[in-house]
């Protein structure tokens, strides 16, 4: 089964930068898309950015202009450069990985802790 490992959160001051990093276990080919959803406390988990390989990109409302979500085919891996941060993003970060028709597969990382305050 596919395995996703997470890294890059932590604690940091409004207006500053965090990149998270995320790697999967599989060939990129077997992938179509990885993307990003966030759960703050008391919260519903929310997507924050989707890209599609070979394709294009979402992002919610809430951070379009401050996100950067990119993949690397060579090492299977998304990335979510985070600028300008606010309090309000505040959250368990989490990969998630989907697979092409010919596997089909919803596999979802442990999570990474993201802090935004002064």
């Known amino acids: 089964q596919v395995q996703l490992v997470e890294s890059g959160g932590g604690l940091v001051q409004p207006g500053g930068s965090l990149r998270l990093s995320c790697t999967a276990s599989?060939?990129?080919?077997?992938?179509?898309?990885m993307g990003w959803y966030r759960q703050a406390p008391g919260k519903q988990r929310e997507l924050v950015a989707v890209?599609?390989?070979?394709?294009?990109?979402n992002y919610t409302d809430s951070v379009k202009g401050r996100f950067t979500i990119s993949m690397d085919y060579a090492r299977a891996a998304v990335y979510l450069q985070m600028n300008s941060l606010k309090p309000e993003d505040t959250a368990d970060y989490y990969c998630?990985?989907?697979?092409?028709?010919?596997?089909?597969?919803?596999?979802w990382g442990q999570g990474t802790q993201v802090t935004v305050s002064s």
């Open positions: 890209s599609i390989r070979g394709g294009g990109t």
């Open positions: 998630n990985a989907k697979g092409i028709a010919a596997g089909r597969f919803d596999t």
């Open positions: 599989v060939n990129i080919f077997s992938i179509s898309s």
